[in-house]
């Protein structure tokens, strides 16, 4: 019986490549952007004392009233506060951002990289980089990884549409996130006031957010990706890729034919 043909691999050193790189990346935004925000309410309390002492270089006992000057510095540790908070979530958001990106350029260049031996031409080259998340998978579980694919799939499709949000705003990326993962979409009046959850019929790309443990739930399912691609795909008797896929290579061998 002949050996089933190699479809695609995963060298196991480029495997190891793609994890440490990944890892490097999520632990210096730890330790050079997210750390930054470890003692916003100290570094809000220096922001007053630093106004303070400018405002005291011109206070007159005679005309100003003490308590009054104390209640603005109090505005300025709020205010100072207020936009440390969401400088802290855009840069949660930035990080997550860029390894969800990076993620899936690298995914698309190794299956483009292992397609090419198949001898296929541009057009499906292209397609595959035009794919988004669900027709990605889609082709993957087609040519026989749907056994292997990790059960955190589900993880990375929030990653995504999360992303999809921050970088488009409001519109179906958003009208899709509140659908299906509402819980990235957060009042912060509200839940730190102890009031009831904002309609979320009411929310907009402003009230996104991540936690730092979201964070981490993101990176892990991205290890776990890269752990789990098998080191050989090989090729079945039924296979049956998405008709996206199919159209492109019938377009390349019409192409060729030409």
Not at 15 to 24: G, K, P, T, V
Not at 132 to 149: N, Q, V
């Amino acid at each position: 019986m002949p050996k089933p043909e190699v479809l695609m691999q995963m060298w196991n050193p480029y495997r190891e490549f793609l994890i440490q790189q990944h890892c490097f990346y999520i632990n210096q935004a730890r330790i050079r952007l997210m750390s930054q925000f470890n003692n916003i309410d100290a570094d809000a309390d220096k922001a007053a004392e630093a106004w303070l002492d400018r405002r005291s270089e011109f206070f007159d006992p005679d005309r100003d009233d003490e308590g009054s000057i104390y209640e603005d510095a109090q505005d300025v540790v709020i205010e100072f506060y207020r936009q440390l908070d969401e400088m802290q979530k855009q840069t949660r958001l930035s990080v997550v951002a860029g390894m969800y990106q990076a993620w899936e350029k690298n995914l698309k260049k190794w299956m483009t990289d292992e397609i090419r031996r198949w001898q296929i031409g541009p057009r499906t080259i292209a397609a595959i980089w035009g794919a988004d998340f669900p027709k990605i998978m889609a082709l993957l579980a087609s040519l026989g990884w749907s056994t292997h694919l990790p059960k955190n799939l589900s993880l990375l499709n929030q990653c995504r549409c999360v992303v999809n949000v921050f970088k488009h705003g409001d519109g179906r990326s958003l009208e899709a996130l509140k659908q299906n993962f509402p819980k990235y979409l957060i009042d912060p009046i509200n839940s730190k006031l102890g009031l009831p959850a904002t309609e979320i019929e009411w929310l907009n790309h402003s009230h996104l957010q991540v936690t730092e443990a979201q964070v981490e739930e993101f990176s892990q399912a991205i290890i776990e990706f890269w752990a789990s691609v098998p080191e050989n795909i090989y090729s079945q008797e039924e296979i049956e890729p998405p008709s996206w896929f199919m159209k492109a290579v019938e377009q390349d061998r019409k192409a060729n034919d030409a």
